[in-house]
């Protein structure tokens, strides 16, 4: 059985995930055509990189999210302080 995802932002928006609403297939083509002609495009793992470079023919570079280096787990002292 496919289990199916419906979202509902008014009637233009309102798709189903399996692609079966002509409206979904159209915003499909509309965004592969349109984000092949980007200039830079960014994401945050290598397995997103992949997708886009063999399901979309987007070439993307990798920009891995991480925290700064002045956050760090907070000592037991500093705990304390909180409460």
Known sequence: MVERVVFSRGP????????????????????????????GSLCVTRAMQLELAQNWGIRATVLYDQPPEFFCPTSLQEKRKIK
């Open 12 to 39: 233009f928006w309102s798709c189903a995930m399996d692609g079966s609403c002509l409206n979904f297939k159209y915003l499909l083509r509309f965004e592969k055509h349109y984000g092949q002609m980007t200039n």
